[in-house]
């Protein structure tokens, strides 16, 4: 079956960088897309980002342009997104999600990581 | 980006009963919008792609239906495990951008 098992909850400081993992299984790994969201206490869900795990091209939300990068371990099947100077509203949970196949492209979110909270404060 | 506006923010509906939330989007999505169940910590899971295909495993009490901007989820007899927030969400242009959520609560 398929599955996405995201790393542990972080706590970080103001400015520094963060780096979440997400392994998948059950699948061909770079048969999907996948995306990386995050949604902050009590808030909707915010597209960060797009990664190709077949070739490793990416493509970020403007928003996060700059200090988001999205990178892949075809060896593990794994997906990372690290983002570079957090502030106070970067804390939220950060999902995981495998969006449309390489070939459709467009498509669903139909399986999600657990979900990695991470707590910037001071 | 496409903005997805979704209504009631609150839907207060009593066991058995049939359930009809909304998701209007800024412009033509086409028919590339998903549905989503979220409980409190958890992670959203798919009902419902393509405006009305039920994802696998989803039992047919739902049901979506519309196209271009106006899209619509039917809950047809609420049960208990149906109490939770759902979102629509468009997957026609990036970035693939969700409504802010229907919480339907049990009245």
């Known amino acids: 079956q398929v599955q996405l098992v995201q790393s542990g909850a972080e706590v970080k400081k103001p400015g520094a960088s963060m780096k979440v993992s997400c392994k998948a299984s059950?699948?061909?790994?770079?048969?999907?897309?996948m995306h990386w969201l995050r949604q902050a206490p009590g808030q909707g869900h915010e597209w960060m980002g797009i990664?190709?795990?077949?070739?490793?091209?990416?493509s970020y939300a403007q928003k996060f342009q700059g200090r988001v990068t999205m990178t892949r371990d075809t060896s593990t099947s794994t997906v990372y997104v690290e983002l570079s100077s957090l502030r106070s509203d970067d804390t939220a949970v950060y999902y995981c999600?495998?969006?449309?196949?390489?070939?459709?492209?467009?498509?669903?979110?139909?399986?999600w990581g657990q979900g990695t909270l991470v707590t910037v404060s001071s | 980006e496409i903005v997805m506006t979704q209504s009631p923010a609150t839907l207060s509906v009593s066991p058995g009963e049939r359930a009809t939330l909304s998701c209007r989007a800024s412009?033509?999505?086409?028919?590339?919008l998903a549905w989503y169940q979220q409980k409190p910590g958890q992670a959203p899971r798919l009902l419902i792609y393509?405006?009305?295909t039920r994802a696998t495993g989803i039992p047919a009490r739902f049901s979506g239906s519309g196209s271009g901007t106006e899209f619509s989820l039917t809950i047809s007899s609420l049960q208990s495990e149906d109490f939770a927030v759902y979102y629509c969400?468009?997957?026609?242009?990036?970035?693939?951008?969700f409504g802010q959520g229907t919480k339907v609560e049990i009245k």
């Open positions: 999600a495998r969006g449309g196949s390489i070939t459709l492209v467009r498509g669903p979110f139909d399986y």
């Open positions: 393509g405006t009305s």
């Open positions: 059950g699948y061909t790994f770079s048969s999907y897309y």
């Open positions: 412009r033509s999505v086409s028919s590339n």
């Open positions: 990664i190709n795990p077949s070739g490793g091209s990416t």
């Open positions: 969400q468009q997957y026609n242009n990036w970035p693939e951008t």
